[in-house]
């Protein structure tokens, strides 16, 4: 171990280096001057003739002023010492070589004499070693010090043998705060194995990790590939599960490359890392014409999905956007970042509740949207069970008011946004929901295009599990699962957004659409990735703890339910679902007790409604 106090004349020379700009032109005078003398003493065997001893005393000045504008012109005295690269040192040769060469042209006009040719190539050659050296030092006293941690070194892994990978192994040679022991790089390119960077060994495949870290005795997998793939990522993931191991992210190339990453850090896992597929994308071009020129009015706006919703529209520029939702600070900010993202569209914020039917017709009438995108509910599914005649209320008869708004002014599409717990639907917010699809087919069939929109869970919007794990991983758990089997669609906020946008484009009318996820996440899964991605070991650093079902929830989701037909869309990966037709009349009659029963407090009897209208319509 290196002492405590080379880290601290480290840290002195690092300020001496980047803010004592007069004290490193001088140390620059200083190695001019013993260069030009050596090289004079080694030329003539440390015996100067007294002829060239008053040569040398009339050119020093010259000499040490040419060095010193060459030098800043070069930018030398900015680089920081402790980080000399090959670049650093081709800059300094090409400054000793342009000095030298103006110093013996300079001296010949002046003084009609020069040095003799092996004092001046001795001269250039000294100085540049010793102008390289003394960065060199610097650099690896600081290097050596990277040892100074209290805990011993970890052994890993790098996955990538590639750019990023090699700059994180330099990078991780000079940390002053961590140590690790890399034991090797793993590689999918097979021409990259049995090579070594800067002396570690390319030892194989992203599959080999099981056997080299149980061989090897590795602690943590570091994960260097910019442009992982999601499956990728799963695969990589497996693999650490298979041998016990963390597995970890570091910065990305460009913050690399770009010197924001001045230590290996763990990147913020984001919902794209968890997310076991390709994100699916869409077709900008047939949305530009959908809404460019267009009125929105978007409820829900301050929301995870509605706020999502707002910033997509504005980059097509809409004549004006109408964010409406009774959250005002949510909407205040909201309001700020949508008018510094896009200026040319008038963005509009409104307070008010969608239950406030007078209110919303209110802002129909002024603001004369084309499209309505209906994004305001509650959708946490215990505590709507907690409070169920508030999530009727909210999500069945506010969506009722804004439809009604709607239509009554005639809008040209109105979008519902649902979700997969509408699908054969057990909790109360999933009956709410698969009751508000229903009021827009009892509504079809007038000028209004009438579509909805099934999410699957949201990863990393407010209330999903994903923020919930996170903190919980924040204050050292546990990570609370609720059962090991429990499985969910997963889909990110972007593609939710966008899948909102092209219902919009493609609805005809009378449609649900729904995007295909692929295949359902196990929520345990989920949890132990996000561990191993935060560079813990799952259920040793951080317990996992099962604490069964909650209220209205259940094992598994769906999309679609037994009675409905599915449909394909322009798009490969988006696909409707139409439902058998309903009786309007008996649907509102049933719609119309609901509301008695929750005007009268009766919790009990308006669960037992709802309840029997999910099961009948």
Not at 477 to 506: I, K
Request: net charge neutral.
């Amino acid at each position: 171990m290196v002492p405590t106090s080379i880290a601290r004349v480290v840290e002195l020379l690092e300020q001496i280096v980047r803010f004592r700009r007069p004290l490193i032109v001088l140390v620059h005078v200083v190695l001019t001057v013993v260069a030009y003398a050596s090289a004079y003493l080694t030329r003539f065997d440390f015996d100067i003739p007294p002829e060239w001893r008053s040569f040398v005393l009339w050119t020093l000045p010259l000499l040490v002023a040419t060095r010193l504008v060459a030098f800043a012109w070069m930018h030398l005295y900015q680089g920081l010492w402790l980080y000399v690269s090959l670049r650093d040192a081709l800059a300094i040769v090409k400054a000793v070589g342009v000095s030298s060469a103006v110093f013996l042209g300079t001296s010949l006009l002046l003084l009609g004499r020069r040095p003799p040719w092996s004092v001046f190539l001795l001269d250039a050659i000294f100085c540049a070693l010793l102008v390289v050296g003394v960065r060199l030092v610097l650099r690896v006293i600081r290097e050596k010090s990277g040892a100074v941690v209290d805990a011993p070194p970890r052994s890993a892994i790098i996955v990538g043998a590639g750019d990023a990978g090699e700059m994180l192994l330099r990078q991780l040679a000079r940390s002053l705060t961590l140590s690790y022991e890399i034991k090797g790089f793993v590689d999918d390119d097979p021409r990259r194995h049995g090579r070594r960077i800067h002396g570690t060994l390319v030892l194989g495949t992203i599959d080999d990790l099981p056997t080299l870290c149980r061989s090897r005795t590795v602690h943590e997998v570091l994960i260097a590939i910019p442009t992982l793939a999601p499956t990728d990522q799963r695969r990589i993931l497996e693999r650490c599960r298979e041998s016990g191991v963390v597995a970890k992210t570091v910065p990305a190339l460009s913050e690399l490359l770009e010197g924001r990453a001045g230590r290996v850090r763990l990147q913020e896992v984001t919902p794209e890392d968890l997310l076991s597929r390709e994100a699916v994308t869409f077709r900008s071009d047939q949305l530009g014409r959908e809404f460019r020129g267009r009125r929105l009015l978007i409820t829900g706006a301050a929301g995870s999905v509605g706020s999502e919703l707002c910033r997509q529209l504005v980059t097509f520029e809409p004549e004006v956007l109408v964010a409406f939702d009774r959250a005002e600070s949510g909407l205040y900010f909201l309001e700020l970042e949508l008018k510094r993202q896009q200026r040319a569209c008038r963005i509009v914020s409104v307070v008010g509740d969608i239950l406030d039917l007078a209110r919303l017709e209110e802002v129909v009438r002024e603001y004369a949207p084309d499209l309505i995108y209906h994004a305001a509910a509650y959708k946490h599914v215990p505590l709507m069970e907690e409070h169920p005649l508030d999530a009727i209320t909210n999500n069945l008869f506010g969506t009722d008011s804004v439809l009604a708004a709607g239509l009554n002014a005639g809008v040209k599409k109105f979008v519902l946004i649902s979700t997969d717990k509408a699908v054969k639907p057990v909790s109360v917010m999933g009956m709410t929901k698969r009751m508000a699809e229903c009021l827009l087919q009892a509504a079809g069939g007038g000028p209004t295009t009438l579509v909805a929109v099934r999410f699957g869970n949201i990863l990393g919007s407010d209330g999903s599990v994903l923020p919930l794990f996170q903190w919980q991983i924040s204050r050292g758990g546990p990570v609370t699962v609720t059962h090991p089997e429990a499985t969910r669609y997963f889909m990110l906020l972007s593609e939710a957004a966008q899948l909102v946008l092209q219902a919009g484009a493609l609805g005809q009318g009378g449609e649900i659409f729904f995007l295909d996820t692929g295949e359902p996440i196990r929520i345990l899964d989920l949890a132990r990735d996000l561990l191993r991605l935060s560079g813990f070991h799952p259920g040793e650093d951080v317990p996992i703890e099962l604490i069964g079902l909650r209220p209205g929830e259940r094992l598994n989701e769906a999309l679609v339910m037994d009675r409905e037909e599915l449909g394909a869309t322009d798009h490969p990966k988006v696909f409707t679902v139409r439902s058998p037709v309903l009786n309007a009349d008996a649907f509102r009659l049933d719609v119309e007790e609901l509301r008695r029963l929750v005007a009268a407090r009766d919790s009990t009897a308006a669960v037992d409604q709802l309840r029997r209208m999910s099961l009948r319509y």
